[in-house]
Nanobody, 118 residues
Framework: QVQLVESGGGLVQAGGSLRLSCAAS???????????VGWYRQPPGKQRELVAT???????DYADSVKGRFIISRDNAKNTVYLQMNRLKPEDTAVYYC?????????WGKGTLVTVSS
């Protein structure tokens, strides 16, 4: 059983920055470093979409809409994945969800709200 807890969301003006964190706990301690983790988001009234992922080999992938602005990273010693969000835009407003893939099973956090004002 994996628990993912996000933090760091909030209200920010356009052009500003936020850093999201996601801490994993449960039966994950010995395998977090081996798993692909990432971030998805769900804008108001829209479907959930991929933001960024990072593999165990630190290979990263980003949605086109955030390339060059967002940076995903991980700290395996802390079982934590981060999302540094820069030059935020109003269209980045969404609930951001942490995601982990293990054994073909998707695990999700409860989400953290990011609101970008214009």
């Amino acid at each position: 059983q994996v628990q993912l807890v996000e933090s760091g969301g909030g209200l920010v003006q356009a052009g500003g920055s936020l850093r999201l964190s996601c801490a994993a706990s449960g039966t994950i301690f010995s395998i977090f470093s081996l798993r692909t983790v990432g971030w998805y988001r769900q804008p108001p009234g829209k479907q959930r979409e991929l933001v960024a992922t990072i593999t165990s080999a630190y290979s990263t992938d980003y949605a086109d809409s955030v390339k060059g602005r967002f940076i995903i990273s991980r700290d395996n010693a802390k079982n934590t994945v981060y999302l540094q969000m820069n030059r935020l835009k109003p269209e980045d407003t969404a609930v951001y969800y942490c995601w982990l893939l293990s054994g073909g099973i998707n695990s999700w956090g409860k989400g953290t709200l990011v609101t970008v004002s214009s």
